[in-house]
Structure formats: C-alpha cells, structure tokens
C-alpha cells in the first residue's frame, strides 16, 4: 500500500480479511469511520489498473458511497469491501486523499 | 441565546445508542437527562450512517436495522421523559461551584452536578470541499448547508453530490434560483426516486442544467465565484456560476471536546473502567469516545459502560442519598419508575 506521502508499506494480512483491515491493523492512517459496513466512504484507495481485472465489481452500495469521496477515478474502490483471496497477493492499492 | 441555565442531574453529549441508553441506566437511579446533539434526530451513527443495515450482536434480539435499534431505545427511555436538545454541538465545559456548566452552540446552557460524553466518533459535521483554494470561497460562494433559502435567491447555482440532500434542495431552489445546475459523478441517483424524477424533468425542460463529472477547481476573485472547473470522462469543462452548494454527505469530528481538558488518548478519551470517569471529576465518557485496555467499540460495551457510569453518577447527583443495588424484576420502586408497576 502506498501512503498519502507516497511512501510505499508491505502489509500482511489474512484470506478473508477486507483490505480495509489490514490497513487498519497495521496502524496506517485509514478513518473507516463505519467500521467496514460500507457506510462511508473514508477507506477509499486506488487500485492499481492491473489488479482491477481480478476484483469484483463494486456492488451498487459500494457505488453509492463513492459518490460520498472526492477525487473518485476509474480505479476507486472502498477498501471495506475488497475481501483477501489467495490471487490477491502482492495487490497494490493508493490511499486516497482525506477530506 | 437562552439567560436562564438548564438544570438537570445528567447533561449527555451524543444521542446515540449509548448516549440514549444512558438515560435508562440513570433514569433507573432517578437522574434526569438532558441530551445534545449536532444531528436533527436521535440515533447517532445507527441513524446517520446505517439506519437500514442490519445488527446481529445486541443480545436477544438476534436482528435489527440501525433504526429500529434508535425506536426501540427511544421507547424502552420514554418513561424517564429525557429532553433532547438537536443541531447543536457541546462547545464549552466549565466547572462550577456545583458541577459542571456546558454551553451548546445555540447558545443553551446547562448546569448538573455531572456530564456525560458519549459522542461516539464526535460531530457530524459536513464535509468540505478538499480544495485548496475551496476556504477562500467558503461562505460567501461555497455552501455545505442552507441556512437561509432567501440567500440564495437570484443566485446561479450549482449543486454538487447525488444524494438525497442535494436534490431535496437542487428542487426546494429551483423556484428562486438564478441558474441551475447539478454535477454528480455517474448518472446513477441514490436520492428518493421521485426527486430523482422530477429533476429529469427539470432537466429535460431546461431548467436545470446537469453535468456527469467532478468539481476540480474553483475560480474567482475575494471569495465571489466565478466559474467551477469540472473534470468529466472527456476532459475538464468550465461552468459559470457565482454559487456553489455541496453535499458530499457528513463526517465525524471531535471537535470543541479535544479542548475541555480531558485526558486523550488520540481521539478517545480514557476512564476508569470501574466508574466510567474522565479525569475531570464528574465527568463520564461511555461508548466509541472511551478508551481503557481492551476496549472494543461495540454497542453492548457501551451499553455495560452506561450502567457502571450510572451508579458513580448517582453519588454526585444525591451525594446525602444511599444507593441500593436493585434489579427491574424485583424492584416494585423501579417498575413504578418504569410506569408499570
């Protein structure tokens, strides 16, 4: 995961974790105000392009609270809603700007 | 601004889950409550950020929405008859020969012999525009709430967001308005569908200009607007308007209470874990604001919080009077409390 300062962090976390949480877990500024119920959009990141094909689609909920962030792009997604997999390891992801 | 102080037993900042349960734990000890909060309805979080998500973890009821959390509290606390003070934020804490004074953004004043803070997460506040150049403009030609409809008449007005709160009042202006235009990122509305239908209509009569896209920029000089730059998927645009009005939906705040003198920490503020009080003799925090080792920000946590916060309250409300234990079920003198004996 890459900071707000651009510098890049190598996180670890579990199948069946949200990226979110690993985020949160390891103490990295994340405000998850909701707490990962996809209520807000404070855990906002950019994926990075190559890694969008592997995801799911945002689910209409998802898409909803994006309208909530500022600086939305192609490749925004609520990091609540991301699950870890297996194929996910080695995902790269940008922390979206805080407002 | 009120003259007369509200007198009360227990001043409870935050009208959330924790903060309503509050005023049973303490009704049940015959405190009475007086409760502040920013938003314009009790319920904090479950209210405003999940009213229709599920809960599973409150015990005995296996499942319920934020909101029928919010309705059945504001039942099971109705025989303590709590009074609610909205769209008010706790600013100011002062101590006083017989407790504590708060004083609320309106301008009501309250005096107890002791406060409770369970505001959660903080305010709900708007979110701003993060621009840089977004504070010059602030007041004057950038809005995130509408005090006055009458300002904003003759104005040429562009709305940013997609949600309810942006079109109730895209249509509530369009009467009086100057221009009128929308910019939301996708085409899909999440606001009310009927209010998403008559704007298509609006727009499809010319009257309100709608535009898919994001606010990039702001132009102008000494605060007065003059154009709004929007990023859309074919490149930037510029849109003249000399208003801009935006609902990019409300975040969480701490607030005026990081200055009250209370010990943090971060953002959270530590108790005693046998009373629930601050370092501020008196002073209670329960619910997501506290912190002590292994704390977990869940509501049946706060809840517990409540009824430990309520006895050490007791004794600087009734400080002559002795406080027996009792349970609901067999305490013919806490049912007649409760209205059912």
Request: charged share 25%; hydrophobic share 40%.
């Amino acid at each position: 995961m890459i900071d707000r300062e651009g510098v890049e962090h190598e996180l670890e976390g579990e199948v069946g974790w949200s990226l979110m949480e690993v985020i949160r877990e390891a103490g990295l500024p994340i405000e998850a105000a909701c707490g990962g119920c996809c209520a807000c959009a404070t855990c906002h990141v950019y994926v990075e392009p190559e890694w969008l094909p592997r995801l799911e689609e945002p689910c209409e909920d998802e898409n909803m609270m994006l309208d909530e962030a500022f600086e939305v792009r192609d490749n925004s997604r609520l990091s609540c809603q991301i699950r870890l997999t297996e194929e996910l390891e080695g995902i790269r992801v940008v922390l979206a700007p805080e407002f | 601004m009120s003259s007369e102080p509200v007198r009360t037993d227990l001043v409870i900042v935050g009208a959330g889950p924790v903060g309503l349960f509050a005023v049973f734990e303490a009704g049940l000890l015959g405190m009475s409550c007086h409760l502040v909060d920013n938003l314009d309805r009790p319920g904090g979080q479950c209210a405003e950020l999940y009213p229709e998500k599920p809960i599973y973890d409150i015990p005995a009821v296996p499942v319920c929405t934020g909101q029928e959390l919010v309705d059945r509290l504001m039942q099971q606390i109705r025989p303590f008859e709590p009074t609610f003070h909205f769209r008010q934020q706790a600013e100011r804490l002062e101590r006083i020969e017989k407790g504590w004074r708060v004083t609320t953004s309106a301008g009501t004043v309250f005096e107890a012999p002791a406060v409770v803070i369970a505001a959660g997460a903080g305010s709900f506040v708007p979110r701003r525009m993060p621009l840089p150049e977004a504070s010059s403009f602030e007041d004057r030609s950038l809005f995130y709430v509408v005090r006055r409809r009458e300002d904003f008449r003759g104005r040429n007005i562009l709305v940013a967001g997609g949600g309810d709160s942006a079109l109730d009042w895209l249509l509530e202006l369009e009467p009086l308005a100057g221009e009128l235009a929308i910019v939301h990122r996708r085409k899909d509305f999440r606001a009310k569908p009927d209010s998403v239908e008559r704007m298509r209509g609006l727009i499809e009569a010319g009257r309100i200009r709608m535009h898919i896209g994001q606010i990039v920029g702001l132009e102008g000089v000494d605060g007065r607007l003059k154009a709004v730059r929007i990023r859309n998927p074919e490149g930037e645009i510029r849109h003249p308007c000399d208003t801009v009005l935006a609902f990019y939906g409300l975040k969480m705040e701490l607030g005026p209470i990081a200055d009250w003198g209370l010990e943090l920490e971060g953002s959270h503020i530590k108790v005693d874990t046998a009373t629930f009080e601050t370092n501020l003799p008196g002073v209670f925090a329960v619910g997501d604001i506290c912190t002590y080792p292994g704390k977990l920000k869940l509501i049946l946590s706060g809840f517990h919080e409540t009824a430990l916060m309520s006895h050490k309250a007791f004794t600087y409300c009734f400080p002559e009077k002795r406080l027996v234990f009792r349970h609901t079920t067999s305490s013919s003198d806490l049912r007649k409390k409760l209205g059912v004996a």
